[in-house]
């Protein structure tokens, strides 16, 4: 035992645990994994990170390495069941404005989606109950049905701890007021997920030629962009680079961009498109364009190359003519309006084309100027660096007054530097400790901060001990120290979430927490809590506090790696007729 704390928990342990001669296996050390390359995210992991360490070896007695990836590493071994070395991801969800329905991130934790079959099955969990639910809810024929067997699932999600929240992400941003009138920051904050800020801000300084805002290198890494797999890089791409056909504003309600849109049933969405939606080259967006674009992003899933494409169950998607275009599903989907048709931009098919992503989704080469649906069009791009956008007045809704450089910074600090220096203008995502900066020690700066309907998070792999035991994840949970961690980060500026079902307590769909399982009775912790967890189901300490399996613990894999779930452990593989 090493950390604060550590002298009673090792106590208890030995009171707990006996003599030296223990029946069951030690556990091992944990590793957590954290995202390193995530600018401002990343400072508040790792100040998160600390305390989870020393809560989790003081309360279990086992030792915690943490240990920093990047994200793309991160989630790719996660898609294939990769790296059984990390037992944990400490990660978090971005708040975009798809997310206000949680289908997309409930498709994670579905069994057919753990394993090495390049879903993004992040946790390997599986479980047929929840997974029967997850299934079915997409296809209920009313909302209010829909919402029926969602509440079910996030109660079986969250009696799992297989999601150990922790607070809400808070989209914090800052820019200099000298430079800069700033709009469209609303609710949604000064994040990437949030477009409208980009278009609602003018430069005010005279000498300024191009509005700077900072972004993170895999922005601008590929021309390629449906391949990118962090949520901030693509949201940026498909909202302020290129307009889906809707989407929700910067105060979550619902605005027509290129057409409007009409649920005509469950299983019917119709789109119709605006007669002055026009691409950067000069040409109409057109129904084919829509329909190009749905089935582009099935033929990336495909291929494995887009990593953010849903599985939706069309049955046909028609142009009836230039401005219509009609979708139909097999069966009902009442998740796809505002989720898919809001997640993803429209796309030229001549471009795709042209590039070579129809044939071969994952390596094509767009060329600049690159031709876009949204109201900038990318003139520029150096790898790495930056991509330089100029304004294109053929968008229905939106006006860009001035040029726009999307600046790329490897580090939270280097953005925050070059905000005091006046060469970056607007600085999203960065760290509440950032934020105070820019409001107390650089002149002519201001910030802003926004509560998110997603948050941070621990994610144990549950295919491998320990985190296999739904018994270890809940103690793991109620170790947890939340309101230090928020203190640190956050400035106490956020509520802890004591109930882990993936989404924050300001989510619209988020039930009452007294339906819910909870991780702790108190936002600090309850060490006590967590070891009682474990010994009522078998678990031991020795005399200087390290935990040891319960006897009769099985401590194999629930499948080999490099394999999926099988329908002889998990019977509803074939019921529901399941293809992991």
Excluded at 28 to 43: A, H, K, P, R
Excluded at 84 to 105: H, I, K
Aim: proline share 7%; charged share 25%.
């Amino acid at each position: 035992m090493h950390a604060v704390g550590g002298a009673g928990a090792v106590g208890l342990a030995g009171c707990l645990g006996g003599g030296e001669d223990m029946d069951g296996e030690p556990v091992d050390s944990l590793q957590i994994e954290y995202w390193g390359d995530y600018g401002g995210f990343t400072t508040i992991q790792e100040q998160m990170a600390a305390v989870i360490q020393r809560d989790l070896e003081a309360a279990l007695g086992v030792d915690v390495d943490l240990v920093p990836v990047d994200l793309s590493t991160q989630t790719s071994q996660q898609y294939n069941d990769e790296n059984r070395d990390c037992d944990v991801s400490f990660s978090w969800w971005v708040g975009t404005p798809d997310r206000l329905d949680p289908n997309e991130l409930y498709d994670n934790l579905r069994l057919d989606w753990a394993g090495a079959n390049g879903q993004t099955g992040y946790n390997n969990w599986a479980n047929c109950d929840f997974t029967e639910l997850q299934v079915n809810q997409v296809n209920a024929e009313t909302e209010e049905e829909r919402e029926e067997m969602m509440l079910e699932a996030m109660q079986i999600v969250a009696e799992e701890c297989v999601c150990i929240d922790i607070c809400p992400v808070a989209n914090v941003g800052a820019w200099r007021t000298d430079k800069v009138d700033i709009g469209g920051i609303g609710e949604a904050g000064l994040a990437r997920s949030n477009a409208e800020w980009v278009f609602k801000s003018d430069l005010i300084d005279p000498d300024e030629e191009f509005l700077v805002i900072g972004t993170d290198p895999q922005a601008t890494e590929t021309r390629n962009f449906p391949t990118l797999s962090a949520s901030m890089p693509e949201a940026q791409w498909q909202h302020m680079i290129h307009s889906p056909v809707h989407k929700f504003d910067e105060n979550y309600e619902p605005v027509d961009l290129l057409g409007e849109v009409d649920v005509v049933s469950s299983q019917e969405v119709v789109v119709e498109l605006f007669d002055d939606a026009t691409f950067t080259n000069g040409e109409q967006i057109t129904a084919e364009d829509v329909k190009f674009t749905f089935e582009q992003i099935e033929r990336g899933a495909e291929a494995g190359a887009y990593p953010g494409a849903a599985d939706v169950p069309y049955e046909a998607i028609t142009a009836v003519d230039e401005q219509t275009c009609i979708f139909e599903f097999s069966e009902p989907y009442l998740p796809f309006a505002n989720t898919t048709l809001m997640r993803w931009g429209i796309w030229s098919e001549d471009a795709f084309e042209e590039a070579g992503a129809i044939d071969s989704p994952g390596e094509a080469s767009f060329e600049v100027p690159l031709v876009s649906s949204g109201p900038l069009e990318v003139t520029a791009i150096e790898p790495g660096e930056r991509f330089i956008c100029e304004p294109h007045d053929g968008h229905p809704v939106y006006e860009v007054d001035q040029p726009v450089v999307f600046e790329a910074f490897a580090d939270e600090e280097s953005m925050m530097q070059a905000l005091e220096a006046g060469e970056c203008h607007i600085a999203p995502e960065i760290s509440p400790p950032n934020a105070t900066r820019a409001d107390e020690e650089i002149d002519d700066a201001d910030s802003a901060f926004a509560e998110s309907h997603t948050t941070f998070l621990l994610q144990p792999a549950s295919h491998i001990a320990p985190g296999k035991f739904t018994e270890f994840r809940q103690a793991m949970a109620a170790a947890l120290n939340r309101q230090e961690m928020i203190d640190i980060a956050y400035d106490g500026q956020v509520d802890p979430e004591l109930h882990g079902i993936y989404i924050s307590e300001v989510h619209p769909m988020h039930p009452p927490g007294e339906e819910l399982y909870q991780m702790a009775d108190d936002p600090t912790g309850n060490p006590e809590q967590a070891r009682e967890i474990l010994e009522d189901a078998g678990w031991e300490w020795d005399s200087d506090g390290n935990l040891y399996y319960p006897p009769d613990a099985d401590l194999e894999p629930l499948w080999e790696q490099g394999e999926v779930p099988s329908a002889d452990d998990f019977p509803c593989i074939d019921e529901l007729g399941l293809d992991p």
